[in-house]
């Protein structure tokens, strides 16, 4: 285990956006790190490298990524197997691929995914990597792909629970929390840290903390 994590935000975000998560990490004893990066007009051809880079200086690191930040992380791995990142935690990510991503090309705003867009349709293999993942998601169905009508009552509002599901993921848990507001729950940050700590989830009900 290491105490270090980088932490990564999701499309159309910058760094203070998962300085809610950060606090509580740090809270718990962490030393946290926000990596930044252009989510649309970069995507993970610029992301990928330049993370893979950043860790090949830290030494060992845990990740946490929100969202589209899982699907970047995880993806720096596969292309550097030997950087030394013993776990990583996804809140939220398509890791198989998003429906609310394909109902907005199908929408005629695939723009708006930039050169992200192909990473969050199709997602990620079997993970087969060194590193422990384990998957945060939610189950508050309000959000974006809520209101396109790509992701139902099984989802977070954008991101559907089956869509989160990769073979070969550590540990797997649900929080109640919609997809934006995984980066601000009391019961996400404690399930990361726990992850972090123990390579498995907390598998009882966790009380909300402020």
């Known amino acids: 285990m290491t105490s270090r994590i980088v932490l990564l935000h999701g499309i159309w975000n910058a760094r203070a956006w998962v300085g809610p998560l ?8 962490f030393t946290v790190d926000t990596f930044g990066y252009p989510s649309v007009f970069g995507g993970p051809e610029v992301a990928v490298p330049q993370l893979v880079e950043r860790l090949r200086a830290a ?29 990583v935690v996804c809140l939220g990510s398509p890791l198989c691929g998003s429906e609310t991503a394909r109902a907005l090309a199908s929408h005629g705003w695939s723009a708006a995914l930039g050169r992200s867009g192909g990473l969050l349709l199709h997602g990620l293999p079997e993970w087969k990597g060194r590193a422990e993942v384990g998957l945060v998601a939610g189950s508050v169905p309000h959000g974006l792909g809520a209101l396109l009508g790509a992701v139902h009552a099984d989802s977070d509002g954008t991101v559907a629970l089956a ?5 070969g993921l550590a540990d797997h848990c649900v929080v109640a929390a919609s997809h934006s507001g995984l980066v601000l729950s009391p019961e996400g940050a404690l399930q990361t840290a726990t992850f972090l700590r123990e390579g498995r989830f907390l598998q009882r009900p966790v009380r909300q903390v402020a």
Not at 163 to 167: G, V
């Open 163 to 167: 869509e989160t599901r990769l073979p």
């Open 22 to 29: 950060a606090w509580r990490l740090r809270a718990q004893g």
């Open 59 to 87: 030494g060992p690191v845990a990740l946490v990524g929100h969202s589209l930040g899982g699907l970047v992380a995880l993806e720096a791995l596969r292309v550097a197997p030997e950087l030394e990142v013993p776990r």
